[in-house]
């Protein structure tokens, strides 16, 4: 079984994910991730864009120093921009799920063919070194779902709900 599911992935994009008990589409080349040498170049980013319905549609951004940035366009509760700060060990513990995800090895891009869908996108640099991940259904065409893990991890690390949950309040 090991050998057909080894001959499987050398054949074809395919990861098996033990974990979560399925194959996972990654570039068959893996790709560690760079060391950070200057956490102050860290920048974390999620933006999540509108659908045909009611998504959230919003970005938020966490730096190396614990700065956020958050930006609501619509279908959230606080429109516009708000600051806020965190710990920094909470930044380096996001930075962390990220290695623990592979996230050097993933497609830039998973998309799938539906519409009417939001698109949520995760850029990650530092060091001059940028990775930006799609995610549009993804899991539909094989996404890992580290991905998803990924997008709740910095909604929860920057305290998004603060800001997306509730009545809509204008600036």
Not at 117 to 138: E, F, Q, W
Request: glycine share 6%.
């Amino acid at each position: 079984m090991l050998i057909a599911a080894l001959l499987f992935a050398a054949i074809t994009d395919r990861v098996w994910n033990a974990k979560h008990g399925v194959y996972e589409r990654r570039p068959p080349t893996y790709m560690p991730m760079p060391e950070i040498d200057d956490w102050n170049s860290l920048r974390i980013k999620l933006t999540r864009t509108w659908c045909e319905g009611s998504c959230p549609d919003y970005s938020v951004e966490i730096t190396g120093d614990g700065r956020v940035t958050y930006v609501g366009n619509g279908y959230v509760a606080v429109l516009g921009t708000r600051h806020a700060t965190i710990p920094v060990d909470r930044v380096r513990a996001l930075h962390e799920k990220f290695r623990d995800a592979e996230f050097f090895w993933l497609f830039d891009e998973y998309r799938d063919a539906s519409i009417d869908n939001p698109t949520h996108a995760i850029p990650i640099a530092y060091d001059g070194v940028t990775k930006t991940v799609t995610d549009y259904v993804g899991l539909r065409v094989g996404m890992p779902i580290t991905v998803i893990e990924l997008e709740y991890a910095i909604d929860e690390t920057a305290d998004i709900a603060r800001w997306t949950r509730g009545q809509p309040v204008k600036d």
